[in-house]
């Protein structure tokens, strides 16, 4: 998504990025303190910085169908998850809301980085773990099973994408830079799904050992045309989710949506 940027392909404008590669439970962390002023985050951390933070209309990572998936080293029926320890990749992470909202409000967890919950459930040292990124594709690899898939029972649960990560860009940025910001951004993301090809080279390096065709199954995943916009369907998924998880009380002020500009057409 940021490829273009990143090669000087797209032109930054009045703007300076600065690329900082950080896994998603920190930036969760850091949107808290306000400390980057644009940034992905999970969906499920926006209403804890709502006030400080808007949502860009564009960069987000939504999957139909599909989404993290609960593992276990041993074939497990699903009901049996509401009983065990589960490794989760952070109690911001939209995957763990969606956990509670299958399990109910109460889930026995334990947080662990993302990028060691297989091996701490393919060593016995947690009963079952979600894996998010890369994992999706790799978990099988690594011997684990998967018990459920948390996109495909949204889709399910609600006939709706699963929205997992959003950009956001601070409130102070104000008008009408935090427009200008938006395009530029926009242009971005545009630029990588129309140089595909070397935009996935450039993404390869960041991808933790994925072989070239895991890579790019993953990146059509999650970069795709929700990607570009949300669209009504994946601003009704967003809202859905967020309404969904205000019902179990999942935040502690009401959730105020709000995107930069006007919805695209």
């Known amino acids: 998504m940021f490829w273009g940027l990143a090669s000087g392909r797209v032109d930054p404008g009045r703007f300076e990025f600065e690329q900082v590669l950080e896994d998603i439970q920190t930036l969760n962390e850091w949107a808290l303190d306000s400390k980057l002023e644009v940034t992905a985050i999970s969906l499920h951390a926006y209403p804890f910085v709502q006030d400080d933070y808007i949502l860009l209309p564009h960069g987000a990572s939504i999957g139909t169908g599909y989404g993290p998936i609960v593992v276990t080293r041993e074939p497990m029926n699903p009901a049996g998850i509401s009983d065990i320890e589960i490794a989760i990749p952070g109690t911001m992470t939209t995957a763990f809301l969606v956990l509670r909202l299958v399990l109910g409000r109460d889930v026995r967890y334990r947080e662990v980085p993302f990028d060691q919950i297989m091996d701490e459930v393919a060593s016995g040292r947690v009963d079952a773990g979600i894996v ?30 699963l929205p997992l990560g959003v950009n956001v860009a601070r409130r102070d940025i104000g008008e009408p830079a935090l427009g200008e910001l938006s395009d530029v951004l926009l242009g971005s993301i545009e630029e990588g799904l129309a140089s595909r090809d070397q935009a996935l080279d450039y993404a390869s390096q960041f991808g933790r050992g994925l072989d070239d065709g895991l890579a790019d199954r993953f990146v059509a995943m999650y970069v795709n045309r929700l990607t570009q916009d949300y669209g009504a369907e994946g601003r009704q998924a967003v809202e859905e989710l967020l309404r969904r998880a205000e019902d179990i009380g999942a935040f502690p002020h009401a959730v105020n949506l709000e995107f930069v500009g006007a919805a695209r057409t």
């Open 132 to 161: 998010i990124h890369e994992g999706q594709l790799t978990y099988e690899s690594a011997g684990l099973h998967k018990v459920m898939d948390l996109g495909e029972w949204w889709l399910l649960e609600s006939g709706l994408p």
